[in-house]
């Protein structure tokens, strides 16, 4: 069986494929991430033009096959390219961070229209940041989390409900990337994970809770990404990111 599909769909990666083709992923919002093949992309004059592109958003036909788990793009349209992001290194690694999250964690099929948009809305945020992205970059990894089932904890400590701002400026609180949330002094015990302050648990509740242009130009500290991303890991198994241990930019 094969059916003619139209979606919308965001590119996080193209490459050569044989002589003349591309090999593309896409993330959808009902199909999940799909590979696709097009034909003919590395020609001159190729019909899908920056619909290819990384982080490029088009409308896009494909050709769904039963029995492949490559389908063949016949058709695209761009609705968006965000060729600024490719302007500026920091902001380019920030999107590769994102989009190799996305690359990593979608899954055929898999439908996560909120994940699409969230996805899309923080790169169109990217695209137009300024000072450092790495705030932007840790919202945009706590919510995807979230979508994907793994909600942390970080108004609250996890295990006695001490609600973070009634907390002593002084306080050291730590975060458990295993149990995902914020454990209070009495709670925490000499745990492994790094201590933050309950100011820095804070600015890690409205990374989570807050809207994107609203973190957009806050500051994260390595320390706080770390943590961040050692939850992501833990929990969406197996996620190891490299563009994060890229050079810091
Ligand atoms: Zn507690």
């Not at 003919?40 to 492949?68: C, V």
């Amino acid at each position: 069986m094969r059916r003619i599909i139209r979606t919308e769909a965001l590119c996080l990666l193209a490459r050569p494929h044989r002589e003349s083709s591309k090999l593309a992923f896409f993330l959808t919002p009902d199909d999940g991430r799909l590979v696709l093949n097009a034909r003919g992309a590395r020609r001159l004059k190729s019909r899908f033009g920056a619909a290819l592109d990384q982080f490029a958003t088009s409308n896009i036909i494909y050709f769904w096959h039963e029995a492949r788990q490559v389908y063949t793009l016949t058709d695209a349209e761009l609705v968006c390219a965000r060729r600024g992001l490719a302007a500026e290194p920091a902001r380019f690694l920030a999107a590769q961070q994102v989009t190799e999250f996305l690359l990593r964690t979608g899954r055929p099929h898999d439908a996560n229209p909120p994940l699409y948009r969230l996805a899309n809305a923080y790169l169109d945020r990217l695209e137009s940041a300024t000072g450092s992205p790495r705030g932007l970059v840790g919202s945009f990894l706590l919510k995807a989390a979230s979508f994907l089932g793994f909600r942390p904890e970080l108004r609250r400590c996890l295990r006695c409900r001490l609600p973070v701002d009634r907390a002593e400026p002084g306080e050291a609180w730590r975060f458990d990337p295993v149990h995902g949330g914020a454990l209070c002094p009495g709670c925490s015990g000499e745990g492994a994970s790094a201590r933050l302050s309950p100011a820095e648990v804070a600015e890690l509740a409205e990374l989570l809770h807050g809207r994107s242009e609203e973190v957009a130009g806050r500051e994260l500290s390595p320390g706080q990404l770390g943590l961040v991303l050692a939850f992501v890991n833990h929990h969406i198994d197996p996620l190891l990111l490299n563009s994060f241990n890229w050079q810091e930019l």
